[in-house]
């Protein structure tokens, strides 16, 4: 196996699983909200699901369903106090959620004796040996398909719940919450809902990132990670639940891993994003572009005149 | 949702509709083809031992790995693959991995990394072959002046995560 597949299949993972975390910053933004706390999720679901599958022995989809679960109730448990907050307040409060997270994973100790040492959570020396991958022989090229298929799904779930009225509401609220609340539309439910939602995505980005590695610990949640969260939904686009998608793929698949600019790469994506919120604050894929988009899709071939009758 | 709420136009997302039931059997598909974890199973992990020095510009991270089995025999045939990452950074600063060539010496392996910057790197050697392994060390990279080589000490809490000052009295790596 050379060098070069081991790198494009780990960057396709890490690709996939960036996606989902930045599918959960996307969600937030949808009912306009910003969210610099993302990687708490991400980091709770990965010890989460790490703690049960290394120490508990549970099969790698109950651990990562309950990382889930973890991830979405915490959420919705930091939504319920920051419902009132809106714009820099909730930015401010999600971004001291995430540090706090981040120290309280720095002090968790929880380990229990293998043959070949201690294994769990260790603090700030974080958390090795989360081995299911390796003792049940899963191949990363296996555990690549896996990770695409899951964001396959949540890519087609998300964008089927955008054709609904729930997804529109979600917009609503984004654009105008006075104005959807006079629609008859709990906008505290539907920001609670979302909430939940993006935690439970982020913490199966976080599942997923810790299996692929078998190592984590405090130090990889940092708000860097929630920042890039979302820079990729804005870059991207928020038109549509493939636009984080395509804001990953411009930075970790063009600036990152094809080397174009060394050195320079995370320069160019700030100003990037930067350009991005003065000349098109919505991204690339904003809802006027998926809107013209969806209509050319949409657009039937005009009607075939009939034959002409011909002479016998 | 209040049924009050009128029937506004949906945002076009291309079909995707259709997509939703073709996800969800995907999602549980996966899922159910992967196998139950086993339970703690008995070791045959090797002993990884790491050293590595950097030097040059990038820098670069030279690294030895050295395979033994737990009575003490090197581990020989193997291939390793070394890779790096900023755990400050996750999913970012990936460097390219490379595979370890045997030295020579048994059980040991070697291979020259090309990193972005000095700081902390967690260096993943993968192991298959005889026996399958993945592990990672976290190394400060040391600024190194000239033509040195310095060695990349295993990193601790407070050491600085990007410019990885040298903190005296620090020497080699160290062995699982």
Redesign the interface.
Known sequence: ????W??AV??AS??A??SLLALSAYLLLLVGRVSFGQQAFFGLGAYASGVM?ALF?????A?LALGVVVGALCSWALALPTMRLSGLHYAVATLAFGEMARIALSALHWQRP???GPVGPAG?E?F?DI??L?????SAE?YL??TL??L??????L??A????????W??TGQDDVLTAA????VA?MRLLVAALAGGLAALGGGL?AHR???I?P??F?P??GV?AVGYALLGGL???LGPFLGVVI??GLL?AARLF??W?MVIFGGLVALFLRWRPRGLLD?VL??R???W??RQPPAQPPNPPTAP | ?????????????????R??P???G??L????T??????????S?PQVGLQCVSHGSGPMLECVVDLRRRDGSAVEGA?V?L?A?M????????I????AAPTGKPGEYRATLEL?MLG?W?V?V?I?GPL?????R?LLVHECPGSERCAATPAK?GDD?HMGRHRPGAHGGHKH
């Open positions: 196996m050379s060098a070069s081991v790198h780990g960057l890490d690709m699983i960036m599958s022995a549970w099969p790698l989809a651990a293998t043959e070949d700030i974080g090795r081995r299911w390796l003792e049940n022989d899963v296996a398909l896996l298929g899951l396959a799904a949540v890519l087609g779930l964008m089927a955008e054709r609904t009225r729930l997804g529109t509401a917009r609503m629609q008859g539309v709990s439910r990132y590695t078998t190592y610990e130090a990889l940092d860097m990670l890039h038109g549509t639940a930075d970790l990152d060394p050195g790469r809802e998926v809107h988009l969806g209509q899709l949409r | 949702m209040n049924s009050s709420f009128p029937s506004l136009p949906s945002f076009p997302s291309f079909q995707s509709a997509l939703a073709w996800a969800a995907t999602l598909a996966l899922a159910l992967l196998p139950a974890s086993a339970l703690a199973q008995s070791s992990r291939q693959m890779g990452l755990p400050s950074m996750p999913m970012a600063h990936t390219k991995p490379m595979k972005e902390v967690s993943e993968d298959s399958r392994d993945k592990v990672a976290n809490a995560v």
